[in-house]
């Protein structure tokens, strides 16, 4: 089961892009990236979801190198409403227990 | 749509005590799925299901115990609670369509916590 690596704190100022990494050496042929944000007392919400190359939509775009073995989540222009934990999973389109959440990456905006 | 509910919001037990959490969505998804948070920690799968009927252990399943009688409900029973369950519980579902990414919605949670 692919797991993955992210940082475990990031600060940005408003205004600016950020860029988180995960890394998941044992990615499958079959596993999707995906990536979620969870506020505080909030269930996660879903962000956005790749395979390979880029994938843009109007939150986010995804990163994902020829060898997929690394993913950088993208936001533009971060707001303090952007403050939030984002994690990064790796499984099967469809799988349903090979979902893994990890601890996620607290992204923190200052003003 | 209301999407992912979940009842009760909040809730004390003492050691021992037994509970049921509720899960309820109204968007026809096959999948549904049981998670636990930790303070400061990930979300930890304890219970999925496929579809009504259908049910299977996730990452951490001990202490906890699911039914799946219909497509729309899924709760969470707690037979003898232990302050190792106090946490935060969040119930999501997903749909099951090939073609589709398979986004998971997320109900708010339930904060229990066991005394």
């Known amino acids: 089961l692919a797991k993955t690596t992210q940082p475990i704190s990031m600060d940005s100022y408003e205004g600016q892009e950020v860029n988180i990494t995960c890394s998941h050496n044992n990615i499958a042929t079959n596993d999707y990236i995906t990536w979620y944000q969870q506020f505080p007392s909030q269930g996660p919400r879903f962000i956005i979801q790749g395979y390979k190359t880029k994938v843009t939509n109007e939150v986010a775009s995804l990163f994902i190198p020829a060898d997929r073995k690394s993913s950088t989540l993208s936001l533009p222009r971060v707001s303090l409403s952007d403050t939030a934990v984002y994690y990064c999973?790796?499984?099967?389109?469809?799988?349903?227990?090979?979902?893994?959440f990890g601890t996620g990456t607290r992204l923190t905006v200052i003003p | 749509n209301a999407g992912v509910t979940q009842t009760p919001k909040f809730r004390i037990l003492k050691i021992g005590q037994s509970m049921t959490l509720q899960c309820t969505q109204d968007?026809?998804?096959?999948?549904m799925y049981w998670y636990r948070q930790d303070p400061g920690m990930g979300l930890k799968l304890i219970y999925y299901s496929v579809g009504a009927g259908i049910t299977d252990k996730g990452e951490v399943p001990n202490g906890y115990n699911v039914s799946r009688s219909t497509t729309e409900d899924f709760p969470l029973r707690l037979e003898l609670a232990a302050p190792s369950q106090t946490s935060v519980y969040f119930c999501a579902s997903s749909s099951r369509v090939a073609s589709s990414y398979n986004e998971q919605f997320f109900g708010p949670g339930t904060r229990l916590t066991v005394l």
């Open positions: 999973l790796v499984g099967d389109r469809g799988g349903a227990n090979n979902l893994f």
């Open positions: 968007m026809n998804h096959n999948y």
